[in-house]
């Protein structure tokens, strides 16, 4: 049994060669490697065979198709970078992460080196000796009713989560106003020195800080009360570029619209959806300068609306696309969280996206993200268009 192991090893190391153009290190190998990269490359579904630190060793032409790279770009690096587009270098890729634990898994996520959505089954092969120096990945792209499946489910996990964000906000929002209350009796009614005043002045300033943060949850959670009416959205993408176009010129970022040649309406709440783009714009103008501090001909914020016939579910689409930073595959999942953000510490709350998610799901529609690291940034809102 161990010799014919060692062979099915020889034959994997020989396929190797023969794939690099090599010729076969072993001549009675030869019919064998023929055969077993025949069966590989005969795979429908990208295929990779990876070290345990992430490190691709072999992977079949579907792989090479799907990734729309030769053989040379993608034999010898990083998986991250093949099937995620890369990283950031302060966060770890989770995928590389469970490889060095050599563990078998299935999952469902996107892949945006392959340009769409799979599942990707993990299997670490042993050795006869019990040790594992390599793992075959199987990526299997997702068909239409598994995408909605997966989308239902990250959908009812943030549900969850602006639940338990709301149960937090109302457990804290009744001590801090309490706080605040007593701290400014303390303000009105007593004769203080200039150091009490300062520290009773602190203490509301951060609880009423607090009561913004727990605010916020609750709009995470639930849209508050608004009126909605028929509202075209070119005027709010127009309304909230007038607001923005002089810090917009100050950095040189170019703003290019598409808007479709008539009118149409939806029911919302003019105010919240300007909330959500100037969010959204925001975020694109943080990710222009952070990839070009000066001026770059690729400075450039698309705005498109567009309204999708379709008898059933008719959609309105506006959708905010940079060229800045994009987003590794490793954070896309959480971006909606609340208190997740991108930033470095004190230059974002990690509130903006979360609100955005909830102001759009209050509304019966949906944002959804796609972006690659180092290429672009695409947010995407659908709202029910029917009137």
Known sequence: MRTMNMKTNEDICCSSEVARGRNCCNPHKRCHTSTWEQLFNAIQDPVLVVRPDGIIIEANDATLHAA?????????????????????????????????????????????????????????????????????????????????????????????????????????????????????????????????????????????????ITHNLLSFARADGCEREPVNPVEVVKECLTLVQHQLKMDGIMVVTEYPPNDSFIIADFGQLQQVLLNLISNSRYALNARYPGTDPQKIIKISCLKKEDKEHPVYRLIVKDYGTGLPQSILERIFEPFFTTKPPGEGTGLGLSISYGIIKDHGGDLHVNSILDKFTEMIIELPSKI
Request: hydrophobic share 40%; aromatic share 4%.
């Open 68 to 212: 729309q790279k030769s053989r040379k770009e993608v034999v010898g690096q990083g998986i991250c970078k093949i099937v995620h587009g890369g990283k950031w270098p302060h966060i770890k890729c989770p995928l590389e992460e469970f490889l060095k634990t050599c563990t078998p898994k299935v999952e469902d996520t996107r892949l945006p080196g392959f340009f769409g959505e799979y599942s990707v089954t993990i299997s670490p092969v042993k050795e006869m000796d019990g040790k594992i120096d390599k793992i075959m990945l199987i990526a299997r792209e997702l068909t239409s009713d598994e995408i909605q499946k997966v989308d239902s489910i990250r959908t009812a996990k943030l549900a969850a989560i602006g639940e338990l964000a709301a149960g937090v906000a109302h457990e804290v929002n009744n001590p801090i106003t309490g706080i605040i209350n007593f701290a400014q009796i303390l303000l009105d009614n007593y004769d203080l020195d200039p150091a009490g005043i300062t520290i009773v002045q602190k203490i509301i300033d951060e609880g009423d800080r607090i009561a913004s």
